[in-house]
């Protein structure tokens, strides 16, 4: 919806050109899709390493009539794409715009996204009352750049007894430098226009994690400043177990992003009081990555 009214936005301005950045696809194909119903040209900047990896949505873009292409600079993944995306538009800003896919960037996107975000919130608030007679004790989801964590917490924000986690991805472990946890691992800096917590060495170089992207949404790193919220990590490992347990036990194929809060929500359940009421955002589903998990465990 939040991408639908962009778009229309946008084509009231006069834009006729609308990029965008993808790393796992799904923000492409949002793109790709209302690009195509409003006949508007559609350009995706996308890491080569995620185009590999992610070969189906790349697929689907392409078939909804959008150019999707790939970047090979630095390590070919989502930070890489959005500094390309970046350095189109403003080239080309009297003609072009740009949709941003997660709650990063400069000002006015992280709050523009939040809102169109927010709907999960919403809903989330709305059924607790219909289930429980009342609101959630806790809210679990995974944190990349941190759209589906910050739209499932803002409707919560002000409520104190509301306790809200997101849940990085430590890779192969925060201390081993293959991680994308800002958060949890990171310094105070300032990429693609925004002031937030990034992996980034002594002298503000970002170092790239090759997993994700190394930096997180502005008002994360606000919330983890203020205690409004904690953030955890989880690693490649323990994502993948929580990946395969989902599946066989409950016939849900996750996203691997939304495994990384499965994996945490299973040690986070035996320290909660009995009957407490916890909520997981279940942020995507795992046909994405089924190439991904199968090369990894050798199926």
């Known amino acids: 919806m939040g991408v639908d009214v962009l778009l229309l936005d946008h084509k009231r301005l006069g834009n006729k050109r609308i990029i965008a950045e993808t790393g796992a696809g799904q ?8 690009c195509a119903q409003y006949g508007l040209e559609c350009i995706i900047s996308m890491g080569a390493q995620d185009m590999e990896r992610q070969a189906l ?9 959008a150019e999707v292409r790939g970047v090979h600079s630095g390590t070919a993944t989502l930070k890489d794409a959005t500094s390309e995306a970046i350095r189109d538009w403003v080239t080309n800003v009297e003609t072009t715009h740009y949709i941003l896919g997660s709650v990063a960037g400069p000002h006015p996107y992280p709050m523009m996204v939040r809102d169109f975000h927010a709907v999960i919130g919403k809903k989330t608030s709305r059924q607790a009352w219909e289930k429980w007679g009342g609101k959630p004790d806790v809210l679990v989801a995974c944190v990349g750049g941190g759209s589906n964590a910050m739209g499932l917490f803002h409707e919560f924000v002000d409520d104190k007894e509301v306790r809200m986690i997101g849940v ?3 890779g192969f472990g925060l201390d081993s430098g293959k991680h994308a946890a800002p958060l949890t ?9 925004a002031m937030s917590y990034l992996l980034q060495d002594d002298d503000g170089q970002i170092i790239e994690p090759q997993l994700d992207y190394p930096g997180v949404g502005p008002e994360h790193s606000f919330f983890k400043d203020m205690g409004w919220a ?7 490992e323990e994502a993948l177990e929580a990946f395969n347990r989902v599946s066989r036990l409950e016939g849900i194929i996750s996203a691997l992003e939304t495994s ?12 909660l009081p009995d009957g407490a009421r916890v909520v ?5 589903r795992g046909d994405k990555d089924d190439q991904t998990v199968a090369k990894y465990l050798e199926v």
Request: with cysteine.
């Open 27 to 34: 923000h492409g194909v949002a793109t790709a899709t209302v």
């Open 57 to 65: 949505n790349v697929f689907r873009m392409r078939l909804l009539g």
């Open 168 to 170: 990085e991805a430590a």
């Open 185 to 193: 691992k990171g310094d105070v800096g300032v990429l693609h226009g």
């Open 230 to 236: 904690e953030y955890y990590s989880v690693t490649d």
């Open 260 to 271: 990384h809060a499965l994996a945490h929500l299973e040690k986070l359940c035996p320290k």
């Open 280 to 284: 997981l955002n279940f942020s995507g």
